[in-house]
């Protein structure tokens, strides 16, 4: 080992080599990543400055957004440099880094994606009940609670990674710095960090999204019971969008952080990423806010009384 050459940096080859095609991919990420700012802002402004949208659903819808922001800032800003620099590198620690805030704020998105769909089965299945189990106090406990436990399962995740030594290839093919892809160029033995990194998905993962499921099951449950077919189409619509994107987000991250090296393919680690890290921000203000009747009208009338000002 003392003869080997140690990598200081990475290099990350990205989702093409075409100087066209990269060119073609900055403006579509960048087009996508502003899509992300702005709506997620746009949403965090408008429930804010609404005293009518001061409820546990948009309290998380807040939060979610704020995630959101987070989320797609770690890896974009650096993608979209990358897009254009003739040095496509990262240093090792920067790697670290970015994989410890990934998983971070990834790994929070999925606790108050739950904790949304907690939220509806509560004021759906038990309405009569609703204000004592989300109250402020329990609401804020839910949104701390997931923001720590991420920080130490990233924490828990990134640590062993110091142990590892690097000494080529230095090359990840992939857009950004993600554990999987990271344990694949180490020179040394990466079975406790593979066992670390499998327990921690599969036991968190595995939890956030069984509470996810049972509170959807028993609120199209409920929606079944509804007499009138209009607000049982409506209450579907609105499930069905949700159920889909937090589907993918969950399909997409628990394989690309379980499946075995023999199975890696460069091509749907892209894919798997490109969905969860970069689409689902930009599609969760669609899903979950865009479509809200409730944040439309506020958002209207906050861009009214903007033209009245003018």
Known sequence: MKNQTTVSE???LGLSSDPQMQIFLFLVFLVIYLITLSGN???MVVIRANSHLHTPMYFFLFHLSFVDICYSS???PNTLRNFLAAHKTISVNGCIAQIFFLLLSGGAEILILSAMAYDRYTAICD??????RMSNGICVQLVSGAWTIRFFHALLNT???FNLHFCGPNEISHFSCELPPLLQLSCTDTLTNQVVLLTSVVIFASSAFLLTLISYINIISTILKIRSAEGRRKAFSTCSSHLIVVGL???TGFLQYTKPRSVSSVVLDEIFSTEYSILTPVLNPIIYSLKNKEVKTAAGKMLGKFKFLK
């Open 159 to 161: 640590v062993f990674t």
């Open 74 to 76: 770690v890896t974009m």
């Open 249 to 251: 987000f969950y399909m």
């Open 41 to 43: 802002i746009m949403i």
């Open 10 to 12: 990475f290099i990350l």
């Open 127 to 132: 309405p009569l009940h609703y204000m004592e």
